[in-house]
C-alpha cells in the first residue's frame, strides 16, 4: 500500500517568516495529495490540495508543489500568523477505485510571536 | 460546516464493553469513509462505503468492528469487546460539495473520541 512520510514532526517559526513543510510517497499511482490543517480537539480541515497534473497551485498565503518525478510534494506558508498554529497532515491518494487516503504522521507548527 | 456530523462526540466505555457511532452526511454521497486517528497521528483508513456496499476493509479492522450502510445514507461503525487500543478518534468524511474538488476531497465530520478505560 501507499506509505506516506512526513517532515519535519515539529517546526517552530517566527511571526511572519514562512513555513515549509515536506512528505515524499511510495506508489506512484497516487496522483490526488491534499493538505489538512488539524485544531486541538478538532477536525482535520482540509486547506489546499493538487493534481498530479498540476507542478504548483496556490491559495493566498498557502502554496503546494508537487515534483511526481521524485515523489514529493511540498506545503509552504508565507507571512506565517499566530492563527497558523496547528498539525498539518498530508495525504495521498489514487483517484481511481476507492480513493482512500493515506497520510503522513503530522507536523506541529507553531508561530511565535 | 463540512455537512458531516457524528455521534455521539464523546464516549467513555469500560473494557469489554460493545460501543456503536453514526455517521451522517447532510448531503447524500455516494462515498463514505471510516478513519482512526490515535494521539500524535494522522487518520488511518478503515473501511469505506460506495452507496450501501462495504467495498475496502483495512487490516486495522479486526473481526470486534462491523460498519453498515443500510440505506446509502447513515452509517454506524460497531465495536465488539472492547479494548483499551480501540482508544481513538474515529472520524467519518465524504466527499464536499463545493468547489472543484467536490468529486474527490474529503471532508471529516467532527469525530467520535472514544476512551477505554
Known amino acids: 500500500g501507499e506509505n506516506v512520510e512526513q517532515h519535519p514532526s515539529t517546526l517552530s517559526v517566527q511571526e511572519g517568516d514562512s513555513a515549509v513543510i515536506k512528505c515524499t510517497y511510495s506508489?506512484?499511482?497516487?496522483?490526488?495529495f491534499p493538505w489538512y490543517k488539524q485544531e486541538l480537539g478538532k477536525r482535520p480541515q482540509l486547506i489546499i490540495d493538487?493534481?498530479?497534473?498540476?507542478g504548483e497551485k496556490k491559495d493566498q498565503r498557502i502554496a503546494v508543489t508537487l515534483n511526481k518525478t521524485a515523489k514529493h510534494f511540498s506545503l509552504h506558508i508565507t507571512e506565517t500568523q499566530p492563527e497558523d498554529s496547528a498539525v498539518y497532515f498530508c495525504?495521498?491518494?489514487?483517484?481511481?477505485?476507492?480513493?482512500?487516503?493515506?497520510f503522513g504522521a503530522g507536523t506541529t507548527v507553531t508561530v511565535r510571536a | 460546516d463540512t455537512g458531516v456530523s457524528q455521534d455521539p462526540r464523546h464516549k467513555i466505555t469500560k473494557r469489554g464493553q460493545n460501543v456503536t457511532f453514526r455517521c451522517d452526511p447532510i448531503?447524500?454521497?455516494?462515498?463514505l469513509y471510516w478513519y482512526r486517528q490515535t494521539l500524535g497521528q494522522g487518520p488511518e483508513f478503515l473501511t469505506y462505503?460506495?452507496?450501501?456496499?462495504?467495498?475496502?476493509k483495512s487490516r486495522l479492522l479486526s473481526d470486534r468492528f462491523s460498519a453498515e450502510r443500510p440505506k446509502g445514507s447513515f452509517s454506524t461503525l460497531e465495536i465488539q469487546r472492547t479494548e483499551q487500543g480501540d482508544s481513538a478518534m474515529y472520524l467519518c468524511?465524504?466527499?464536499?460539495?463545493?468547489?472543484?474538488?467536490?468529486?474527490?476531497?474529503?471532508?471529516f465530520g467532527p469525530g467520535t473520541r472514544l476512551t477505554v478505560l
Open positions: 495525504a495521498a491518494s489514487k483517484l481511481t477505485n476507492d480513493y482512500k487516503l493515506s
Open positions: 462505503f460506495q452507496n450501501e456496499a462495504q467495498l475496502e
Open positions: 493538487i493534481r498530479s497534473n498540476v
Open positions: 468524511a465524504t466527499p464536499g460539495t463545493r468547489g472543484p474538488s467536490s468529486t474527490d476531497t474529503q471532508y
Open positions: 448531503s447524500e454521497h455516494n462515498r
Open positions: 506508489d506512484s499511482a497516487s496522483n490526488y
